[in-house]
């Protein structure tokens, strides 16, 4: 089955600065990568999505990137405000049917 | 309209016990999924629904987990002789259709702690 491994962990940066979050994924089969905010104690909620057809996506400050070869995608996020501070998950799935989640990145942008 | 809504927001409950988590998805969400997530971890899959049936219930963790959706639309998350392991928070999330176009939307979980 899919597994799907992120990294950081845990990502500190001032506010403005930029922050990345990277995922790797198994199941070449895998076409759909959605991206989840949690705030403490908050529901999961999508923030971005990224479909296999494309290389890149771009919401705002927010933008996706995936690499079909290399079974790999990215999260960026520009100009970082405290209230972007919160745990990400990248997510794989063929078709959004069984996703699997990454383990999270706690991200904190210190004022 | 109404979000995904999941009661009780807390149980609590002894070894051995039996466990309902029901999941009330977005009206006219025809996908239902169901999650488990644990402290520090991102959401495991445990079953999704298509409709009434169980298109993938690959995620079950064993025979003691069982979910239904007898009409298409509220779902029960059934847990049988309840073990300490289960402790997490379960989620349920639904979306419009099936495939890649439809986003997944969360209820707020049900916190499960096995005394």
């Known amino acids: 089955g899919e597994n799907v491994e992120q990294h950081p962990s845990t990502l500190s940066v001032q506010e403005g600065d930029s922050a990345v979050i990277k995922c790797t994924y198994s199941d070449s089969a895998s076409n759909y990568f959605p991206w989840y905010k949690q705030e403490l104690g908050k529901r999961p909620q999508l923030i971005i999505d990224?479909?296999?057809?494309?290389g890149e996506k771009k919401d705002q400050r927010i933008a996706v990137t995936l690499n079909k070869t290399a079974k790999h995608f990215s999260l960026h996020i520009t100009e970082t405000q405290p209230e972007d501070s919160a745990v990400y998950f990248c997510?794989?799935?063929?078709?959004?049917?069984?996703?699997?989640f990454g383990a999270g990145t706690r991200l904190t942008v210190k004022p | 309209g109404a979000g995904v809504s999941q009661t009780p927001s807390n149980k609590v409950t002894e070894k051995g016990k039996y466990v309902e988590l029901r999941c009330d998805p977005i009206?006219?969400?025809?996908?239902l999924y169901w999650y488990r997530q644990s402290l520090g971890q991102g959401p495991e899959f445990l079953i999704y629904?298509?409709?009434?049936?169980?298109?993938?219930d690959s995620g079950l963790p064993n025979d003691r987990f069982f979910a239904v959706r007898p009409e298409g639309s509220v779902s029960t998350l059934k847990i049988q002789r309840t073990e300490r392991g289960d402790s997490a928070v379960y989620l349920c999330?639904?979306?419009?259709?099936?495939?890649?176009?439809?986003?997944?939307?969360f209820g707020p979980g049900t916190r499960l702690t096995v005394l």
């Open positions: 009206s006219g969400h025809t996908a």
């Open positions: 999330a639904s979306s419009r259709r099936q495939g890649a176009r439809g986003e997944q939307f």
């Open positions: 990224i479909r296999s057809n494309v």
């Open positions: 629904f298509q409709g009434t049936g169980a298109a993938d």
């Open positions: 997510a794989a799935s063929i078709n959004n049917n069984d996703m699997r």
